[in-house]
């Protein structure tokens, strides 16, 4: 039972351009949000969060968009850059347990 | 970077072996996971831990179990190692709960079972 979802397994984008990345979830009880960013042979870094009383959040290039009524977040970096190329992770947890669960992860290809 | 070291980084092994994996913090964080990543899964949590022999289980426990003797060390164990186990494992640390802090990542232990 896959309570995040990331449906788009690969995403190409031109250098400059911004790059969106999207994030189902079920669980209604899920009241924070974190993306992390992954290189290979690397563990996964923290990248940006969002509490669920918020819809948005901003650092730097990253925004991330909660629409609770939804389910769905979204994480978006302009301007897109070589560098960003990575794999993204979409993750949630509940107030009440330590039980973090990830999405599968979207591969993003930033190309000069 | 949070100091999190894994150990090993790599390892091949047969099945019905035991194995043993360590996480080393220096951050004195109370929060410890062990995350297995597998194609198509993301990373699902298999065990925690709340202090120094404080654990409980996660999503995918079954065929591991923890240990917590000291605040700076984690250690998972496959008691008797199945092919489904091979997989890339990564230990995670954060100062609070896992819904108000961001947990954060070691580099991985690459594990392989023939």
């Known amino acids: 039972d896959q309570q995040v979802k990331q449906n788009s397994p690969s995403l190409s984008v031109q250098e400059g351009r911004i790059s969106i990345l999207n994030c189902d979830y079920t669980n209604s009880m899920f009241d924070y949000f974190l993306w992390y960013k992954k290189y290979p042979a690397e563990g996964p870094t923290f990248l940006i969060s969002?509490?669920?009383?918020?819809d948005k959040n901003e650092d730097g290039r990253f925004t991330v968009f909660l629409n609770k009524s939804a389910k769905h977040l979204s994480l978006h970096i302009v301007p897109s850059q070589p560098g960003d190329s990575a794999v993204y992770f979409c993750a949630a947890s509940a107030y009440n347990n330590n039980d973090m669960r990830f999405g599968a992860g979207t591969r993003l290809t930033v190309k000069p | 970077d949070a100091g999190i070291t894994q150990s090993p980084r790599h390892k091949v092994t047969e099945t019905g072996t035991p194995v043993t994996l360590r996480c080393h913090q220096t951050e004195n964080h109370r929060y410890m996971y062990w995350y297995r990543q597998d194609p198509g899964h993301g990373l699902r949590l298999i065990h925690y831990s709340y202090g120094v022999k404080d654990t409980d289980k996660g999503e995918v426990s079954d065929g591991y179990s923890v240990s917590r003797s000291k605040t700076e060390d984690f250690l998972l164990t496959l008691e008797s190692a199945t092919s489904s186990q091979t997989s890339v494992y990564f230990c995670?640390?954060?100062?609070?709960?896992?819904?108000?802090?961001?947990?954060?990542f070691g580099d991985g232990t690459r594990l392989s079972i023939l």
């Open positions: 995670a640390i954060s100062e609070a709960r896992g819904n108000v802090q961001p947990q954060h």
């Open positions: 969002i509490s669920s009383i918020k």
